[in-house]
């Protein structure tokens, strides 16, 4: 994980930005199988947060509820939190739909894209959002991922 280039500049007088990053999985199959998230927040490369966790298994599973479970982890750890922050995730669905890019019509992560978007309201101007490739994401790939190995989960969609 590297600051990007659209990193915000934070004037000296403000604690260093937060950086976070958020990943969800769900195997063996998608929708309907088990989903995990992973989650990271550092303070001036401090690492204050470094979780994955387990969301559920069956019908109303899926990588985007997983991706949401991710964020909002995320987003309520920076809720407790002073200063600006630059949340990193490689979901495009949840980092434009958080922007306001794209709109959410339906699908099983609904109610946590609705608490997702209060939590962004709430952080306001402090908070930012950024898409980035998998390949900037393996940290909470790995966390997410870790999580599914640790219950025996077999992976079929992705490489574990």
Same mark, same amino acid.
């Given at each position: 994980?590297h600051? %990007? /280039? #659209?990193a915000m500049v934070?004037?000296?007088n403000?604690q260093?930005?937060?950086?976070?990053?958020f990943?969800?999985?769900c195997?063996? +199959?998608?929708?309907?199988g088990?989903?995990?998230?992973? =989650?990271v927040?550092? !303070?001036?490369g401090?690492?204050l947060? !470094? /979780?994955? @966790?387990? +969301?559920g298994?069956?019908?109303g599973m899926? #990588? #985007?509820?997983?991706?949401?479970? @991710?964020?909002?982890?995320?987003?309520?750890?920076? =809720?407790?939190?002073? $200063?600006p922050a630059?949340i990193?995730g *490689?979901?495009?669905?949840? &980092? %434009?739909?958080?922007?306001?890019?794209w709109?959410?019509?339906? @699908?099983?992560?609904?109610? !946590?894209y609705?608490?997702?978007?209060a939590?962004? =309201?709430?952080? $306001?101007?402090?908070?930012?959002? /950024?898409? +980035?490739?998998?390949d900037?994401?393996?940290?909470?790939d *790995?966390? %997410?991922?870790q999580?599914?190995? *640790?219950r025996g989960i077999?992976?079929? &969609?992705q490489? /574990?």
């Amino acid at each position: 994980m590297h600051l %990007s /280039e #659209n990193a915000m500049v934070v004037p000296e007088n403000q604690q260093p930005l937060l950086e976070a990053w958020f990943d969800g999985v769900c195997e063996p +199959v998608n929708p309907g199988g088990h989903a995990a998230y992973g =989650a990271v927040v550092l !303070r001036g490369g401090k690492e204050l947060l !470094r /979780e994955g @966790g387990y +969301v559920g298994h069956g019908e109303g599973m899926s #990588n #985007n509820v997983a991706e949401y479970a @991710g964020v909002l982890r995320v987003l309520e750890f920076l =809720a407790t939190l002073d $200063g600006p922050a630059l949340i990193r995730g *490689d979901s495009k669905l949840v &980092i %434009s739909q958080l922007t306001g890019e794209w709109k959410a019509k339906k @699908g099983l992560y609904l109610d !946590r894209y609705r608490q997702a978007v209060a939590l962004v =309201a709430r952080l $306001g101007s402090r908070v930012r959002l /950024e898409w +980035v490739g998998r390949d900037q994401n393996s940290l909470c790939d *790995d966390l %997410s991922k870790q999580v599914l190995r *640790d219950r025996g989960i077999r992976f079929r &969609i992705q490489r /574990e």
